[in-house]
């Protein structure tokens, strides 16, 4: 694994990374209305912002996007209630308008970016298999020797970003995202409250089990830990509490 900092951009420029949030969909799974989740947009947000680096939030479609429900703080089920940062994030004006009109991503002009970052949420799961501007800007700021880096369930991307010769971009690589473990605890909690019926399951397929599969060298820290990992310019973080931890890595390899 190579920890070699293959930014291609002026280190001493300001740097410079897009954001890219899922549009809205209808899990083909539960039937419920899904969407990015909030602290993989805020807390990379946030920590980029502290870097002084400029930052744009795009979308595969472009437009409004929405969020999962309980990945906002004000969730009635309490269960990001103490996610500060996305509190801050949707209650500032400016900030929350960010994902009431993003940009498409076939508009992002690699040359002008140092990074990419994919955040997830379920929506990615269901409606990344179509978002081929998406595959295709992931693979061209990867080639370029940019940084490439998508997050939790939005390491869906790997399923389909393949390289100019075909092969599979993260063939090979070291990466994280959603382990089969989170899946377990989130497939038994709708289990627990009888919102699914024991012989479904939210997700469709498992990130863990397709990065296996088209040959990568899949690693997680364990339930819910916050994590990521770095192999050359292609970095991964495991799920929804590794939203700084992604960023750092980042950061990090962008020589700061």
Known sequence: MS????NVVNPQSVKKVAIVIANPAISTTTQWPVGFWWSELSHPYYEFMEKGYTVEVFSPNGGKCEADAMSDPNDASGYSSTDLISQGFINTQSLKALVENTKKVAEIDIHAF?????????????????????????????????IAAALCHGVAILKYAKLSNGEYLAKGKTVTGFANVEEDFADNAVWTYNLLPRDKHIMPWRIEDEMKAIGANYIQAGLWKGFAIRDGNLITGQQNFSGAETAKVVIAALGE
């Open 3 to 6: 920890l070699k900092n293959t």
């Open 114 to 146: 140092d990074a990419i970052i994919v955040a997830g949420g379920q929506a990615p799961m269901f409606n990344f298999v179509d978002a081929v501007d998406l595959h295709k800007k992931f693979v061209e700021f990867y080639e370029a020797g940019k």
